[in-house]
């Protein structure tokens, strides 16, 4: 690698401008499973082909790619927003300061996977390239973003190391928290189950028990187990907790399509059928290191249906995977008891108006120092045994 070679950033309108195994050596998904399953060249594609992002949604695409000597050494998940829905780290109080202060606060530039509060790099680089591609990457999105006239630029979900190293380039640091399973080696589900108190043992069984018996057979299908119809079914229960979540669900029915032809074998879904006749389900994806959860919904209501799917299952399913960590989504103090802890989540921002950057700077100090309370406040009511207290069955 010739450290003097020029850098060259450019913007591409559409994921088809980039050719996928260039995008995918950067996001490092050649292998039989890509790191991470949202930042793969499929993925994105599939959201713009289906128009899930692009013209009336809100999210422009714009990817970012850095070129050296002719070749793309990284990219970066970029997107114009006119609003802050779909992004789960939540500017919303940013944006009403910044009008109400007479600012104009969208549009703005987002580096991030669309609707998916899942970490994972946002810096993609091509291996080799690290220690260039991703500073190119922060400065050409920066200056990108101040040429545009836009008011900011957020990097949200990316690595802790991405956090560190883009600080250290001068954007604000922001922590936030999420609940996430860790794979202590376990072979089974019951090996987890020794690991936490007898209390929350009995209610994890009481909980699995009551659910499975609702009246049919829960199944986990991956790859050319799921059929269309399974997808009928599931845009179903997608839609209806999308209405109830967000008002409108983030994801148009072509998705779907799209991913049983793209995205089967990065996924895993769990039905809950009875007579053959899908019920409620939820869809996990499937990466190098994790699990994660991304939705669920039901066209019925069962007791505890909704934590032996989206939760029990996802265990179970990391377990038989050799997998280190199910991440289950977005916020849900109710994880805590079924044991996924709380976790550190990472942003990074910039602003373009000097005071206003200063007034988040300030801010952003106030609330790590809460979060990490409220953390340790959450492990602490967690459902592990303590070394000091080894309760039997």
């Not at 609003?83 to 703005?108: C, L, M, V």
């Not at 040429?147 to 604000?172: K, R, Y």
């Not at 399913?317 to 008891?337: D, M």
Request: with cysteine; net charge negative; proline share 5%.
């Amino acid at each position: 690698m010739d450290s003097d070679a020029q850098i060259e950033i450019s913007l591409n309108p559409s994921l088809r401008d980039i050719p996928q195994a260039d995008w995918d050596a950067c996001a490092h998904a050649l292998g039989p499973r890509p790191r991470d399953p949202f930042t793969t060249h499929r993925f994105l594609l599939a959201l713009e082909e289906s128009s899930s992002v692009g013209p009336g949604t809100g999210w422009q695409p714009l990817y970012l790619t850095v070129h050296q000597d002719g070749q793309i050494i990284g990219c970066a998940p970029l997107y114009g927003k006119s609003h802050s829905q779909g992004e789960y780290i939540f500017d919303f109080n940013w944006a009403d300061a910044f009008t109400r202060a007479g600012g104009q606060y969208y549009p703005k530039f987002q580096i991030a996977v669309p609707f998916t509060p899942a970490t994972g790099p946002r810096f993609l680089a091509r291996e080799g390239f690290e220690t260039v591609a991703m500073p190119a990457l922060v400065q050409g999105a920066i200056q990108v973003a101040a040429e545009q006239g836009v008011s900011s630029l957020h990097v949200t979900f990316c690595t802790e190391d991405e956090a560190i190293a883009g600080a250290a380039m001068g954007l604000l640091r922001r922590t936030t928290q999420q609940f996430h399973w860790e794979n202590h080696g376990f072979e089974t589900f019951a090996d987890f189950l020794t690991t936490l108190t007898a209390r929350k043992r009995k209610n994890i069984r009481r909980e699995r028990t009551e659910a499975q018996n609702f009246g049919g057979t829960i199944r986990r299908l991956t790859g050319d187990q799921i059929k269309a119809e399974h997808w009928d079914a599931f845009w179903q229960f997608y839609q209806d907790t999308g209405r109830r979540k967000w008002g409108t669900p983030y994801l148009t029915r072509e998705f779907f399509d799209i991913a049983q032809e793209t995205l089967r074998d990065d996924m895993i879904l769990i039905l809950a059928e009875r007579d053959g006749v899908p019920i409620a389900g939820a869809l996990n994806f499937i990466g190098e290191q994790a699990l994660f959860g991304r939705y669920w919904g039901c066209v019925e209501d069962h007791r505890c249906l909704h934590f032996e799917l989206c939760y029990y299952q996802a265990i179970e399913a990391a377990i038989e995977l050799g997998l280190p960590r199910v991440e289950a989504g977005a916020q849900g103090e109710h994880k805590l008891a079924r044991g996924y802890l709380p976790t550190t989540c990472h942003s990074l921002h910039w602003l373009a108006d000097e005071g206003f950057s200063r007034a988040v700077e300030q801010y952003l100090v106030s609330e790590h120092r809460a979060i990490g309370e409220e953390i340790e406040i959450l492990t602490g009511y967690g459902p592990f045994k303590s070394d000091k207290r080894e309760e039997q069955d």
